[in-house]
């Protein structure tokens, strides 16, 4: 590996009663990275994940407030490192797959490396269930953003130090990877994807998803995400829609002014008026939104540059 002697690397474990797998999750990535730090965050684990990854010679810190969200929002916040790794902890995904991972980010040349179970080269376990909400969630991000990433849901991903101290997260639960992906193609960050395989989960061992809930906030986030991102071509979709929808009792009604110079049907002159009215103000909010959010981005980035401009005049003077 081309790591610098400085490089540190972390590999931040979040976990929600996972006591059957931890340990062996971190000896596996003890075997591949000796020198890495490895942090398991227990998130009011009911059964043992904490002692077991203590004795298996983990960090372990606890955090109170329930979400996967949480975690890694505080995991982000707490451990300083060159290099980050992030993986479930129920073994589900390959440790000997963790060079491939970081490869990118230590040569520079990535921010954000996803592990991706549904990469064309990946042979995964996956529920038909999972999968279809991951392919659907894919089909609604690629379009709407114009990305072309295979996974979004993967919990297997290494990031730069850039991404894990600038990026700002909001979300609490499951809805986390979706909004790092997001935040990450927004921001220009370079994310790439590397094929892994995705084994079962062992016996006994519990998914802590659930379809139904975990689906619609994930869907919650991506129109969110959608809105504040791209408010001029999701209010201007609105928009388009009602004043499309004001020209059915519209046509009606110009057709029978054309016809006898007289409008008789008010009602339908009204509800045509109205339909246009507020799709062209949904439209125009979408305007006023596209650019205060341009006006965000540029601040954005030169706040970037700025906290760069004082690392790296901080690292020459050391
Ligand atoms: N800390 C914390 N970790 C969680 C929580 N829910 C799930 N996790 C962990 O997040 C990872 C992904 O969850 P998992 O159930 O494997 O989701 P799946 O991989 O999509 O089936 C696992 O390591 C879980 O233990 C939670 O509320 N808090
Ligand atoms: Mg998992």
Do not use: C, E, F, V
């Given at each position: 590996m081309t790591n610098s002697p400085r490089s540190t690397i972390a590999i931040l474990i979040p976990c929600y009663n996972e006591g059957k797998t931890v340990a062996g999750v971190i000896n596996g990535f003890r075997l591949q990275l000796p020198d890495a730090d490895i942090y398991v965050y227990d998130?009011?684990?009911?059964?043992n994940t904490a002692e077991e990854a203590r004795r298996a010679g983990a960090t372990v810190r606890s955090e109170k407030r329930q979400g996967k969200g949480n975690v890694v929002r505080s995991m982000f916040r707490e451990v300083d490192a060159d290099v980050y790794v992030m993986v479930d902890g129920?073994?589900?995904?390959?440790?000997?797959?963790v060079y491939e991972l970081i490869k990118p980010i230590v040569a520079g040349d990535a921010d954000m490396v996803i592990g991706s179970r549904?990469?064309?080269?990946s042979d995964s376990h996956f529920k038909p269930l999972n999968r279809i909400g991951n392919s659907l969630f894919l089909f609604l991000l690629n379009s709407i953003f114009r990305v072309n990433i295979t996974?979004?849901?993967?919990?297997y991903r290494a990031f730069s130090r850039r991404v894990v101290k600038s990026l700002p997260i909001i979300s609490r639960g499951f809805e986390i990877e979706t909004e790092l992906t997001v935040k990450c193609l927004e921001r220009n960050y370079r994310v790439v994807e590397v094929p892994i395989n995705l084994s079962p989960r062992p016996k006994g061992s519990k998914s802590k998803i659930k379809i139904f809930r975990d689906g619609f906030l994930i869907f919650n986030t991506i129109f969110a995400l959608f809105r504040d991102y791209k408010p001029l071509t999701a209010f201007g979709l609105v928009g388009l829609i009602l004043v499309v929808s004001g020209f059915i009792p519209g046509i009606v009604v110009i057709k029978e002014f054309i016809a006898?110079?007289?409008?008789?049907?008010i009602p339908s002159a009204i509800l045509a008026v109205g339909l246009v009215l507020s799709g062209l103000l949904v439209a125009f909010i979408g305007l006023v939104l596209h650019t205060i959010a341009r006006r965000f981005q540029e601040l954005d980035c030169q706040l970037q540059n700025l906290i760069e401009k004082i690392h790296q005049s901080d690292d020459e003077s050391l």
């Open positions: 998130n009011n684990s009911t059964d129920d073994g589900t995904y390959p440790a000997d797959r549904l990469h064309t080269l996974d979004l849901l993967s919990g006898t110079g007289y409008i008789n049907r």
